[in-house]
């Protein structure tokens, strides 16, 4: 088992150095730098007064350097713990990501909670009772949930909210707690906002949780071993947690792994449209704008976080399953 | 109760001479908070805070004290909506018509015979937000050691470049030009010159070199490329990030704007210079509050639901203002008008000096332009997408502008498919392929790629519908939609085959932003090479355009040299004429009034103000004087 784990780790590195240049490759791809893109936006916004001093910065941030040079540049400092200095924002990389991971994290991790409480559930009665109107229900109303764009449903959250209340909701806080410090009034502040977001993606990915482990436990439920314990007079909901649905997660469990990048990317359009203040804006905006640091240390945080989580669903999977842990130990 | 006053007035001088006080001392109001602050002794009483003659703003309607602006920015980036809001204070400001240019920061202007010597005079007694003088020695220290250090990484007024500014007396600025400009005090006012006011010298000159060693070093460490770049981030115009920068604005920053944080908030500054005609200190408004958005709906949505108090900033689209209109009643606000600088919805850019022989002799061909003008049928464009508002339009002045040209904006403006198919024939573009598109004499189909940047979704939709009519005339419209970093990457360097922007320049701005009217900008994107002859001489890349286009460039530089009003107006004239004649881009329709938003508290709300950059609406109507009904 820690040999796995090593052996996993070791790959992981190499990993790790392969996604570090592809995304330094994908952002350079496009035409301009993010000095090219700050002159069409001054431009955009009428300013168009800046061509003397472009040059210069261009030359001062090394972007005049061959692509191989800045690549490497940015690794040496990556591996210092220099994450670059993001130009859109003026401000080191790092200290916009320290800013705003703590949000993220909370409110992906709230997200997933009610996806996944919200889901197995469901999933779980959608296949003991096939079916079912209940079964049914909830069928349609897990698909109306992928099937809505969740930008869309946010609009629509939004909009419901403003005819109800006539007020706009969005971000996370209200104006007078948005710069605050922690406090009840702003914990409340934000429970009453962040339900909005909470709701938005977890119906976005009920769906597939609700159809995977229906499915799943559909296979399960008639297999030899459930109609021995039901007929041997096990309790039916006892039988069903401890044996056929522990099975049916393990898809689920596999796919784990994927949540933790979603912390920057799952919900950008949400975001937007939400006006979070969480990373994922500012993804979409270093991009836009070419701001190579910013942009490569969120994705490669991403790149990082998929094979953390991956090894994280691995363990999980073992736990679960006896079977992938007798694997590891041959491995 | 007007005669009461006056006594009060009169009364009040003749202590105030006896004490040796400045005039009216005696008759200044303030905001209760600050008169709060008097009270306890933080603060120095109003007369003192205030300059000796203070400028008088005369308001609508006198105001009441108190209340936030509520309004909106939208990403990390805009500063914009700042500057024209609480950062309209330059040297000399556009009066609201965008007619005439009057005193602001200095009291008084003069200029010399030959516009080579400027004289400002700055009112005494005038101090930053911090409470300390405010002297023409912070303005020498903006322009000298600042806009003209070529380290400098931001944007600078072009007519400060090269100037030398002294300082006789602390209340005296004279700015000496290299050669004869009479366009800088269009300059000042414009949206750029405020950053000569923006630098105190106490505060700015810790990030420059020549008063601080480090501050190199200091750049550096902070992450910076150097000092230029420091002093951008901390004092400049564009990048004012820096809350702690002493101001002489009616609001002083309280937030970092650094894209993180939201709302930035802005509170009143004790010191601010200006009063209303009843002596009471001005701004009317305690704060203001802007919320950082990411998308543009959110400002919609806020802008429907009442919570923006003032605002036309990123909103004001056709588009939009249905649904602004309908839900006036249930968010309590209203509409107001904006007449928009733009002087057309698209202008479309055939690339004059596109680097394909074939394409490019075509479009130098001003019959071949002429052609598919009249190939255009703009009466159906402003029909489908501006409700019937507009009228058909070429690149020329507006109607209101002084420069208007009927003749310049209406030629060629009547859609003759069959017209524009004779004439396509007669330049020799007589063979078709199978799709009935002409081909070039060497044979490739005559298609026409336009890059349009995403964020101005409108022009594509226009681009929709001219393809049609095109086809109709045998040319093909290949619209391409980019992100805007992309669509300036290739005009930039000059690889695009045509451009299609805004038609800027039609107001008050033609004269300084004259990129459709002659090759003389970065944005002239129908002939950058020839324009570098006007804005980068030096460039080994530019071209030696036609000796008329070579003439009108000569003619735009003597305006600037001109000193009077006139005779720069008289030049401009010429400028248009050779425009006219040229034709060098196809214009589309007029855009209508435009539209902003205001709460029904907000007072002093402008109405029916000209809209565009170099004039920061609504920067010029004095925003001090815009006051919440209680």
Partial sequence: MIRFILNRLVTMLVMVFALSFVCFFIIQLPPGDVISAYAAELAASGDGNVAQTLDMLRERYGLDQPFIVQYFQWVRNLLVGDLGYSFNLSKPVSEIIQSRLGISLLVESLAVVALWGIAIPIGIYSAVRRYSVGDMFATVFGFIGLAVPNFLFALLIMYIIYVFTGSATQGLFSQEYANAHWSIGRIIDFLGHVWIPVLVIATGGAAHVIRTLRANLLDELHKPYVVTARAKGMKERDLIMRYPVRVAMIPLVATVGWVLPTIISSSIVTAIVLNLPTLSPILLRSLLSQDMHLAGALILFMGILTLVGTLVSDLLLAWIDPRIRAGMADG | MLRNRLMGCAAGTSLALLLGLPAFAADYNEAPDLAAQVEAGQLPPVAERLPATPMTVEAPEVGVYGGTWRSALKGNNDEGWIRRSAGYDPLVKFDFEWNSIEPNVAESFEVNDEATRYTFHLRKGHKWSDGTPFTSDDLVFAIMDVINNADYTGTRPKALLGVTATAPDPETLVIEMPAPNGMLLTELASVNGTQVVQFQKAYCSQFHPAYNPDANENAKAAGLAGWGEMMRQHCGVGRARDADRPTLYAWDQVDNYDGIKSPIRFTRNPYYFKVDQEGNQLPYLDDLSMTQVEDVNSIVLMGIAGEIDMTNRHIDSVANKPVFFDNQEKGGYQLYSTVPADMNTLIFQLNLNYEDDGFRELFQNKDFR??????????????????????????????????????????????????????????????????????????????????????????????????????????????????????????????????????????????????????????????????????QPDANDKQEPPAAVAAQIETYKEMFRSPTDEKRAELFRKVLETAKDQFYTIGVSLPPLSFGIATNEMQNVPEKQPQSWIYPTPGPMNTSILFKRQ
């Fill in chain 2, 370 to 535: 002429i052609a598919l003008s009249h190939g255009i049928d703009r009466q159906e464009i402003i029909d489908t997408l501006y409700v019937g508002l507009g009228e058909p339009y070429q690149a020329a002045p507006r109607p209101e502008s002084r420069f208007y040209d009927e003749e310049m904006a209406k030629q060629y403006t009547e859609y003759d498919p069959d017209l524009a198919n004779q004439m396509l024939d007669d330049i020799g573009l007589t063979e078709r392929n199978g799709d009935g598109i002409r081909l070039l004499p060497d044979g490739r189909p005559l298609s026409i790629r336009v890059d349009v940047t995403t964020d101005l979704g409108q022009m594509l939709d226009i681009l929709e519908l001219v393809r049609p009519q095109w086809k109709e005339i045998g040319v093909d419209l290949d619209a391409r939609k980019g992100e805007r970093s992309y669509v300036y990457e290739l005009k930039d360097n000059n690889r695009h085959m045509a451009h299609a922007w805004k038609g800027d320049g039609g107001l008050g701005d033609a004269q300084i932003d004259a990129r459709y009217y002659v090759p003389s900008d970065e944005e002239s994107a129908y002939a950058l090479m020839w324009a570098k002859n006007f804005f």
